[in-house]
Structures are given as structure tokens and as C-alpha cells.
């Protein structure tokens, strides 16, 4: 008897055959692979009654008449050949047809995915929506984090210092009094004149400034007025009125002298300040690169709720078939397990669910903008897509950008600076206490309590009386000069290799961050190539469980892949979209890592009063949004180049923002009293 797959395409139902022709349902490798393996199992069919004779009755005996069980149909006969040599199948790709991990670089830009238009509309019906953007977020925390609100206070806290180490400088008055009431014995007639008790009363006062200037000098200039009285015969004139008028300077020579040695603890009030604005700069970046991941993440838990639900959508329509098929041939067992798959798939939806609530609270938490509303009324609605274009990397060029840039090496280059100080003031102090003493001063006096004509009396009928001298002092062994000189030198010392091991950290994190952007990118492509190959197999599955008889065993092992089929393609789609959340934060992460990422994202900072109390305040530029951007930045003068380890980079993106950004580490200038050394802001 002959039998073909032309022979056996004439046998087969109607609706069966409209399937076969209709090309939009099976493609035309699949429908030609349907229509060969109908055709073999007919022929084989065939060939079982062709093989074995009539009942007495005439008619044909069934499966089950001729003794063989479902389980005992030889293997060979339930699956499908496949043709060793076929055009359609020679072009279908294989894994080794893969490019390679540079050719990953002159790959497309992948397209858009199937869930992004799902993702930017509102997925919950009892919410209100409040779309987002990842620039609005920046903006938001910017203006309304309670975290950077704490972090910019910081540097102003800081800055407090550099006035208050100056103040050492200031002019002080001082105002002094006492009165004094003596009652000795008298051992000397030559002191009294007579009585046995020497008693007297004497008050005075003074009134003056001081002030320490640069050099080291104190200076001090003193209007004093008293009256005295006492019992003696030779106190002349009686009821003393007494004025004097002292101007004194003591400058030191050795220990002490000097601009530099005096002006050290403002220098090192200002360094300390820089250091806190550099702090306060990475701190900055490292927020804003959460709100980026928060933002980015929020769109990967949306994504993945779809994909759940697409998931649950194919079990819950196989589930339909079966059971508008129980009746016809559909088995119990395949109608369990489809039902299975639908309460597991339903599971995971409510956790994804879940995610996406949990992602907007952290969102909130992050930017505390009263904009975004509450968790419990309203929903954040993601705008902006995930950038899918290739970036190249060049991470010499990037390590140099970040050696200009990152904060962290200007603030150990700023303690480098205050340890050198330190090390220089130490020295001063190994030298012994050296002081030239100048004072000069006028007097005057008037009996009858008269005050006043002896201040008269001081510029009139005074001549100016004067000291000059000079104090040295030295303590054995200076055993507490010198260890502190040498605990200087030893934190110089350790500073240096600080800065050199942060000069390697950052030149890692530099390396890691450039790398990452273009793994990301490979990682990427891959997993898109991996989720449309799984597309291809899950269609094929499905088309060919839908086409098979549903009482046969083959049909329920077929089942069984198409479950699976349809998981690992969701593994494979979430694996997909987890790599362009990780190409999109590698992106802010790579500017964070060459320390731009502020001037990328336009922020600045300005300074104002409020309520008399100095107040930092960022701001962003305004950007305009296309489709998809925000885009990558890159090292300023880079070139075209195919992959990280062959050192190039390309141009900047047409659609970055322009403007005067603000530097990686900007610091406002302090707060300070007139003639203070202004400290030195950046690299």
C-alpha cells in the first residue's frame, strides 16, 4: 500500500487542513513540519490495519482489539523526522552562529521590546496615575530629600570654623577694676612716719583693647585712673587722684613668629571645608545614582508584572482548550496540569505585584517630593524607556577624567595639604620661646581726689617713660615638641599612601565601571537573541500541541514542553529586561565612577539667606525629553573605538545637554571675616 505525506494531507478533517494553509497562524517551516509528521502518522496508521485481519464481524479491530497500549507504541513512530537537508532549516541560526564578543559591538541596536508601551500606562484600575520622569525625580530630590538636606549642611557646618579660627585675630577691649584695703604692721618708722600700722585704701581701673596680629604679636593699649589714700606722714599730696595710659607690643622671634605658623589653623579651617564640600559631592552623586536605580527598577518590577501576566494568559488559554476539548480527547492529566501552571503563575503575579508597590515606596523615601502622592491612592507611571544604543568606553582616557574629577582624591590631596601644615607647625614649635617686650606709657597725678586734671596732667605736663626687653625660655629635653613633630611626620606619611591607594581604588572602580558598561551591552544582545529563540520554540510548540490529537501521549509530553517552553522564555524575557536596567544604571554609574556626573546632569549649586541663615541651594537645568533619553556622557575629546580593551571612545551623543555645569566638586565661597586667606575650592 502506498502511503506519502501527499496521500495522507487528503485524510486529514477539514478544519485541520484550513489550519495547515493559513499562514497566519503557522509559519512556513512549522506548517510544513506539521503537514510531514500528520502525514507519517496517518502512513503509520495505515500501515498497523493494512498489516492485520478482519474480525469476524467484518470490521477493522481498534488499538486496543490488537493488544497495544499507549505506553507500548515504539518511540521511533511518535516523533517527528526531521530533514537532514532543507533550505529554511539551514538558514534557522544556530549557537554557533553567534558573533563574537567583539562583533557584539557592530551588532543593531536592539528594538523595542513588546511590553514598553504596557509599561507607561497605568496598571492598576483603583489608583491614580502620576506619570514619571527620571530627570522630574532628580529634580524632586534634589529639591525635597530630607537625605540631601542633611548632607548639604555639612559643608556649611564646616565652613563655621574658618571664621571662628580667624577670630583669633579680632580686637577685644577689656575693662578692669579693684579695690584694695591694706592693714600691715609697720617694721619701719621710714614707712608710716609714726603709727605702728601701715593702712591703706587704693581703687583703680582700666579700660583698653587688644589684638593679636598675623605675625604673632600681642598688642595692648590701656587708659588707667585710680584713687589711693593711706595713714602715712610722708603720703603727699593726701587723697591721691592717679592716671596712667600704657601702650605695650610683644613680638615673638622664634617659637610662635611668622605669618604662616599664625595664619595654620584658618588655612587648615578652609582645607577642612573643601574637604567637606568634596564629602558632600560624592555623597550627592552616590543619592542621585539611587534614584536612578530606584527609577530604573521601578520599570523592570512593571515589566515584569506584564510578563507575569502574559505568562498566565497562555496557561489560562491552554487551560480553556483543554477544557472545551474533556470531552473530545483532552486527558485529566493535562487539565491538572494546566491548571497547576495557572495557580503557580497566579502566585507570581501577586508578588511582582508586590515588587512594583515596595519599589514605589522606596521611590518615595528616596525623593520625599509631596508630588508623588501616597502608596495607598496613587500610582507611579514610568516615561522614560530604557536607552538600547551602544556606548563605547575608553577606560585610560576615563581613569584620567576621573583622577581631574572624583572628589575623593581632591579630598586627599586636601589632607595632604593640612598634614603638610601640620608638620610645618610642629617644626615651629621645636624652637625655644624667643619674645621682644616693648612698653611705653604716661602718667599723671592730683591731690584732692581730682581724677580728671591728673588724665590732664599725663599729655600735658607727662613725659613718656618706656621698657625694652626680651624673654627667652626653653624646656629640657622639649620631649613633648618633638613627639609631636614626629607623629606628624608619620600621618604625612600615611596620608601619602592613602592618596596612592585611592588612586588605585578609583582607577579599579574606573576600570570595573567602563567594563560593565559594555558587558552590559554584550549581556544585552545575548539575552535578546536567547528570548526571540525562545520565542520561535514556544510558537512552535504551541502550534503543534494545538494540531495534535489531544488523547495521545505525545500530546501530553508536548504539553509538558510547552509549559516549560513558555517559563524559560519568561526567564529569558525578565533576563532580557534585567540586563537593560543593569546597562542603564551602568551608564550613571560610569559617570559617577569619573566623577561627572553632576556636570552630565547639569546640576548646580547656588547659595541665599534664609531666615539669616546661610542655605545651599541645587538645581537642575532643564532638559528636553524625547522618546528615550537620558543618554550617556563621555569623556570629553574621545574618539570612535569597537570595545573596552582596544581603548577608544566615541563622540558624545547628539542629545546631551549644553550649558556651564557645575564641577565635580563644587564649594561655594565661605563666610568670612575681612582679610581672611580665601581657601582654595577644586583641583
Known sequence: MRCDAQTAKHTLPVDFEMQLQSKQ???????????????????VAFSIFATTPPSADGQLPNRR????????????????????????????????????????????????????????????????????????????????SAQIQVIKEAPLIRETAIVEADSEFDWTSFVESQFVDTSDPVGNRLQTGGPTRFREHDVSASVGVRRKNRLGGQFEIAQEVGHRDNNSLFFSPANQGNSRLTLSYTQPILRGAGQMFNTSLTVLAEIDTGAAFDDFSA??????????????????ERANL?????????????????????????????????????????????RADMAIRNTESRIRALVNDPSLGSSDVNELVPLDLPLRHRVPMDVATSVEVAFQNRPELAQAIKQIRAASIRLKMSRN????????????????????????????DQYREGEPSYTIGLQYEVPFLNRRAKARHLRRRHELRQLEAQMRATMESLRLEVEVAARDVVTTYREMIANLRAMRAE?????????????????????????????????????SEFAYLNSQLNYNVSHMAFQRAVGTLLQSENISCSRYLECCLPTLDLHRSNVTHEEVQPGPLEAPGAASAEGVEQGEMGPQQAGESQGAPLPPHYEPP?????????????P
Not at 555623597?283 to 523592570?300: G, I, M, S, T
Not at 474533556?326 to 492529566?333: G, K
Not at 512552535?540 to 509538558?560: I, T, V
Open 65 to 144: 482489539a490488537l493488544g497495544v497500549e499507549q505506553d507500548q507504541i515504539p518511540v521511533s513512530t511518535r516523533r517527528t523526522p526531521i530533514p537532514q537537508e532543507s533550505d529554511e532549516i539551514r538558514r534557522t541560526p544556530r549557537l554557533f552562529d553567534l558573533p563574537s564578543p567583539e562583533q557584539f559591538e557592530k551588532s543593531e541596536e536592539p528594538s523595542r521590546a513588546w511590553w514598553d508601551p504596557s509599561v507607561r500606562k497605568p496598571l492598576r484600575t483603583k489608583s491614580e496615575d502620576i506619570p514619571v520622569r527620571l530627570d522630574a525625580l532628580l529634580m524632586g530630590a534634589l529639591a525635597h
Open 306 to 350: 506584564i510578563q507575569k501576566q502574559r505568562l498566565y494568559g497562555q496557561a489560562a488559554e491552554i487551560l480553556q482548550e483543554l477544557e472545551r476539548r474533556r470531552d473530545i480527547d483532552a486527558l485529566r492529566s493535562q487539565i491538572v496540569r494546566a491548571q497547576a501552571a495557572v495557580a503557580s503563575r497566579t502566585a507570581d503575579i501577586i
Open 429 to 456: 614649635e621645636l624652637l625655644p620661646a624667643l619674645n621682644l617686650v616693648l612698653e611705653t606709657y604716661v602718667s599723671g597725678l592730683r591731690g584732692s581726689s581730682d581724677v580728671g586734671n591728673s588724665i590732664v
Open 25 to 43: 497562524v503557522v509559519p512556513p517551516l512549522l506548517r510544513w513540519r506539521v503537514r510531514y509528521t500528520s502525514g507519517v502518522a496517518v502512513c
Open 535 to 571: 520565542e520561535t520554540e514556544v510558537e512552535y510548540l504551541y502550534q503543534r500541541w494545538k494540531l495534535l490529537p489531544g488523547n495521545d501521549r505525545s500530546a501530553s509530553l508536548l504539553l509538558e514542553d510547552l509549559l516549560d517552553a513558555q517559563e524559560r522564555l519568561n526567564v
Open 283 to 300: 555623597q550627592l552623586q552616590a543619592q542621585l545614582l539611587d534614584v536612578n536605580r530606584a527609577y530604573w527598577e521601578l520599570y523592570l
Open 670 to 682: 565661605p563666610l568670612q571675616a575681612p582679610g581672611a586667606v580665601q581657601p582654595e575650592f577644586g
